[in-house]
């Protein structure tokens, strides 16, 4: 592709393109980068430069860009049946052969799946159904989500109203009623002189006190990311998620974790619920599913839910006409096989993971980066002012975005939310293409540096 055929397809993307989350008259000045190639942790543009995809494409492109055998799975199901729906008693084998997968994957009795098309919809179908499980059984009151603020679980109306980002909620109305949000466990921003254990009982304890304020019996669930991502990957001490759980034991309230960005081995196990030692009662998947090859989107529900919706649920009055699309669970096996074959979480446990985390951690040393934090291949670097201070940059972002500026023109995509640079490269990522990422991250953050005038500038 030359220049014109770029700058062409820029100005028909700004008549006739509206970009998610995006000023888009700005975008619009701007021109767009168009992507044309994906190879392993690399893509490249329409300009022919090379970029280190250190973000996965969305958190999701788990397995690498390029993988053939992806596309040879869906030609082979496309041929032989492009498409049947799972409702009129009617299913097809990809689909229950997911299904049977997933519930052997996921951790405890997670045994039963609903199919949607995407992270937005499936947290949608939790409302309903965990509503619908309380309703049945004689407690139709018992119907208030708590959710966390700066929580995402996505842009549809419920999961946007779940989700706790006040500049969404500003957007439509929202939240919908009966959801309500308390905060987030991030102790870099907010844990003020308390220990992260310290902080993270009390951030736990907030939902005690939540419940205690509404009735046990009006709560229907608890969700949370394990490690919020869009929010800026805030990982929660470790005492956090255990205290969250016991405390949804203690009241009967269901414990729901978005597993979107965080499963699928983003955290160096399959699941990231394993990592913090809980068991959830529903679990979102989406994303590294089929590493964005395709959509698809589920809710893993536990035996007792299950139990109850099939005996007194009744006829279930939801579903999506692509709920368990044979080319989208057909890729998601292929997606699987893969993961289990190529032993990628069982990498970035012996391999990978330790190495990003000592190169993460010299990262954390630049004069820029107040806290360089991570597990297995999704962390961020907040960037500051005056280390050691936890304190922000008075007009928050611009600095962000010039880190994530620089590192794009030095070949590699950071993303920036707020000040902190995120990462989440695909899995296979190398020994060597860590060193790649450091060095390109190393160069960005001193151009940053030398533009604010901050610190010692490396030679
Ligand atoms: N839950 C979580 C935890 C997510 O990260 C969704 C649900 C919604 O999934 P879908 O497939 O409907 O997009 C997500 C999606 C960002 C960003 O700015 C993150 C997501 C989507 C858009 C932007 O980091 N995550």
Redesign the pocket.
Known sequence: MNHLDTHALQVLDAAHHLH??NDNAALAKRGTRILTKGEGVYVWDSEGNKLLDAFAG??CVNIGYGRKELGEVASKQMTQLAYYNSFFSCTTEPTVRLAAKLAELCPGDLNHVFFSN??????DTILRMVRHFWAVQGQPKKNVFIGRLNG?????VA?ASLGGMKGMHAMGGLPIPDIVHINQPYWFGEGGDLSPEEFGLQRARELEDKILELGPDRVAAFIG?PIQ??AGVFIPPMNYWPEIERICRKYDVLLVA?????GFGRTGHWFASEYFGIQPDIM?L??GITSGYI?L?AVMFNDRISKVLMEKGGELAHGYTYSGHPVCTAVALENIRILEEEKMVENIQANTGPYLAKRWAELGEHPLVGEARLVGMVGALELVPRKPSREYFPDRGAVGQMCRDFALRNGLIL?A?NDAM?LSPPLIITRDQIDEMFDKAWKSLDQTAAALGIGKVAA
């Open positions: 998610p989350f969305l958190w995407s992270g937005s919809e499936a947290n995402y679980h996505g842009s549809t999961g990311e991502g869009a978005d597993e979107v960005i965080c979102t989406a994303k959509p989107g993303r939310t995120l």
